[in-house]
């Protein structure tokens, strides 16, 4: 299916509404999704595009067979695995169908305790919606000048109706980070006094320490981490949290089965991944080397960006001049998407060497 005839699909499931980019772009993402198309560039969710590992994919295959059977001792083994991984137990370690799952039943959690959350903004939102419907008010604390997350504003903004905070670092849709130290210091004073979940989805991209170190010692804390990012199995939907066993035991006890939202056949992927250390290591390498080739296609086209800790890059299209995420449409590419009102800030996932040359050239010719 070539651009034109893409559009045509598009237009036609959109007819009922009024044609708009934005739109566009989701229809284009969902017709990509569902027929896979080569000839097109899905840079708009963050997903690794080496992923899953050769490991995670022989493992899927053998675990078809097995998927008559609900996956009970599978979980149990990923949970132990997870945990030896940070020096933790398994009674640490809830196991959920993405983390997306599990910052879903986190902040219903925190509605439940008929507080209010509090969150930076920009930031991964997927879960808010949800949170406000069942009762929970989010209020939302602007980045910094440089834009990353305020932890002063943030440290302000917490009240005593506050029940959680939200953190998430490398941040999306920045890519920048809180330095551990100053993370941890804000950790230590404001866990005793709420629930702090911190959404580490890229932490693997980037060279800061994640703080699942901190779980032993405050019971409070919520680490989030998924299999859809370094792993690249986003369509696997396996993520978990690590937080102190009584903690993990509230988290369970929301979930309509403990620990059972991923499928035995993700599940396998998941434990076989995680012995592919030469897997994950590629795929870091190839994000730097993919975001170089990025940094410099924005350099040359005058677009200031934030050196990313992340598998995607938040830039400045203002300077450009042309709309930017027309004309990647134009070649074909998909994914560029704005998170602030009344900017040009864009975010675009970093796909293959290959396809972030693709990119540069759109821009820079
Ligand atoms: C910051 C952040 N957290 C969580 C997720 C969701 O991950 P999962 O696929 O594990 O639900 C994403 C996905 O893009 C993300 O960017």
């Given at each position: 299916?070539?651009?034109?005839?893409?559009?045509?699909?598009s237009?036609l499931?959109?007819?009922?509404?009024?044609?708009?980019r934005d739109?566009?772009s989701?229809e284009?993402?969902?017709i990509?999704a569902?027929n896979?198309?080569?000839?097109?560039i899905k840079?708009?969710?963050n997903e690794?595009?080496h992923?899953?590992s050769?490991?995670a994919?022989k493992?899927?295959v053998?675990a078809?067979?097995?998927?008559?059977?609900?996956?009970?001792e599978?979980t149990t083994?990923l949970?132990?695995?997870?945990?030896?991984?940070y020096?933790?137990?398994?009674d640490?370690?809830?196991?959920?169908?993405g983390?997306?799952e599990?910052?879903?039943?986190?902040?219903?959690?925190?509605?439940?305790q008929k507080?209010?959350?509090?969150?930076?903004?920009?930031?991964?939102?997927?879960w808010?919606?949800?949170?406000?419907?069942?009762?929970?008010?989010?209020k939302?604390?602007?980045?910094?000048t440089?834009k990353v997350?305020?932890?002063?504003?943030i440290?302000?903004a917490?009240?005593?109706?506050t029940?959680?905070?939200?953190?998430?670092?490398?941040?999306?849709?920045?890519?920048?980070?809180?330095?551990?130290a100053e993370?941890?210091t804000f950790?230590?004073?404001?866990?005793?006094?709420c629930?702090?979940?911190?959404?580490?989805?890229?932490?693997?991209?980037?060279?800061?320490p994640?703080?699942?170190?901190?779980?032993n010692?405050?019971?409070?804390?919520?680490?989030?981490k998924?299999?859809s990012?370094?792993?690249?199995?986003?369509?696997?939907r396996?993520?978990?949290?690590?937080a102190?066993?009584?903690t993990?035991?509230q988290l369970?006890?929301?979930?309509?089965?403990?620990?059972a939202?991923?499928?035995?056949?993700?599940?396998?992927?998941a434990l076989?991944?995680m012995d592919?250390?030469e897997f994950?290591r590629f795929?870091?390498?190839?994000?730097?080397k993919a975001?170089s080739i990025?940094?410099?296609?924005l350099?040359k086209?005058g677009?200031p960006?934030?050196t990313?800790?992340?598998?995607f890059v938040?830039f400045?299209?203002?300077p450009y001049g042309?709309?930017?995420?027309?004309l990647?449409?134009?070649?074909?590419i998909v994914?560029?998407?704005t998170?602030?009102?009344?900017?040009?800030w864009?975010?675009?996932s970093?796909?293959?060497v290959d396809?972030?040359q693709?990119?540069?050239t759109?821009?820079n010719t």
């Open positions: 299916m070539d651009r034109r005839q893409l559009l045509k699909h237009a499931a959109v007819a009922a509404f009024t044609f708009s739109l566009f989701r284009a993402e969902k990509i569902v896979g198309f080569a000839d097109f840079l708009s969710s690794n595009p992923g899953p050769p490991m994919r493992a899927m053998a078809v067979n097995g998927s008559n059977r609900y996956p009970g599978v083994q949970r132990e695995k997870i945990a030896t991984l020096n933790l137990t398994k640490h370690v809830a196991i959920g169908a983390s997306s599990l910052l879903g039943i986190t902040s219903l959690y925190a509605a439940l507080g209010n959350a509090v969150a930076p903004d920009p930031t991964f939102r997927l808010m919606p949800a949170a406000r419907k069942v009762g929970l008010p989010i939302l604390v602007p980045l910094t440089g997350t305020d932890l002063q504003r440290k302000d917490v009240d005593a109706g029940k959680m905070v939200y953190l998430c670092n490398p941040a999306n849709p920045t890519g920048t980070v809180v330095p551990a993370l941890e950790i230590k004073d404001m866990a005793p006094k629930v702090i979940l911190l959404d580490e989805a890229y932490t693997e991209f980037s060279d800061e994640s703080m699942a170190k901190m779980v010692d405050y019971p409070n804390l919520i680490v989030a998924t299999f990012k370094i792993y690249g199995m986003a369509g696997a396996v993520g978990f949290t690590l102190q066993p009584q993990t035991k369970n006890n929301l979930q309509p089965w403990a620990n939202g991923a499928s035995a056949v993700s599940l396998a992927g076989a991944s592919d250390k994950t795929c870091k390498k190839e994000n730097q975001r990025f940094y410099a296609a350099e086209a677009m960006y934030i990313s800790h992340t598998s938040y400045d299209s203002t042309k709309d930017v995420r027309q990647l449409e134009s070649h074909q994914g560029a998407r998170f602030e009102d009344g900017t040009k864009l975010r675009l970093v796909g293959t396809e972030m693709k990119v540069a759109a821009l």
